[in-house]
């Protein structure tokens, strides 16, 4: 009566439990890393995978019309580059743009003609870009496979976007960067997002 009992405690079952729930969570911590860079990897690869078959259905259009389509607003906005005279009627950043392929034509390679080669494969370049982002977006959102391929053709083949693929004008790059705002925000508005965290998709919206 009135004596205490000591009860033992294993600690060492206790230790080996601690370790192996750590261990746990670094595994799984790992494992779920490894699994959401994994899927960037897989996406990225899929971009660049459209982004090529785009830009070789459109290589036939800029060799036919190599250097580019010198249409629209594009003979004024040259004009303005060789006087050094600019108006803001057509975006300046546009037209300085314009002026830094010809310069890099006319001093690097001899010839202004390859410097608008170069805008014109960087606009084509954007514009795929922009259309590899859509695509891919469809895959994403587990789109049926007959409509992703109808949307690859129609970016493809499609005779208007090639067209303006070459064209040097600002339209071009405008809608560009259109799209990729318009697809971030229906992938904001399906992500239905409720935290006020920010990501990907919402930098790019911006």
């Known amino acids: 009566d009135g004596e205490t009992t000591e009860i033992p405690v294993d ?3 206790s230790t080996d439990y601690t370790f192996t729930v750590t261990e746990g969570t670094v595994l799984l911590s790992w494992w779920v890393f ?15 995978r459209i982004l090529l078959l785009i830009l070789i259905s459109w ?15 594009a003979p004024i906005q040259t004009g303005q580059a060789y006087e050094g005279y600019y108006i ?7 037209t300085m743009l314009i002026k830094a392929a010809m310069k890099l034509g006319s001093n690097v390679f001899g010839d202004t003609n390859v410097g608008i080669a170069v805008y014109t494969l960087l606009q084509m370049l954007l ?15 587990r789109i049926k496979a007959g409509w992703v391929v109808a949307a690859q ?9 090639w067209y303006m693929s070459v064209s040097m004008t600002k339209d071009t790059v405008f809608t560009a960067f259109l799209l990729v705002q318009l697809i971030a925000m229906v992938v904001l508005l399906l992500e239905n997002k409720q935290s006020l965290k920010w990501g990907r998709t919402d930098i790019v919206f911006l």
């Not at 290589?59 to 607003?73: K, Q, R, S």
């Open 88 to 94: 803001d009627h057509h975006p300046i950043v546009h």
């Open 59 to 73: 290589l036939p259009v800029f060799l036919a019309y190599y250097p580019g389509i010198c249409a629209y607003d």
């Open 127 to 141: 514009l795929a870009g922009a259309m590899s982002y859509g695509i891919t977006m469809l895959h994403r959102f």
């Open 11 to 13: 600690t060492a079952d």
């Open 34 to 48: 490894t699994v959401s860079t994994g899927g960037l990897i897989r996406a990225a690869f899929m971009s660049l």
């Open 153 to 161: 053709f129609i970016c493809m083949f499609y005779p208007f976007n």
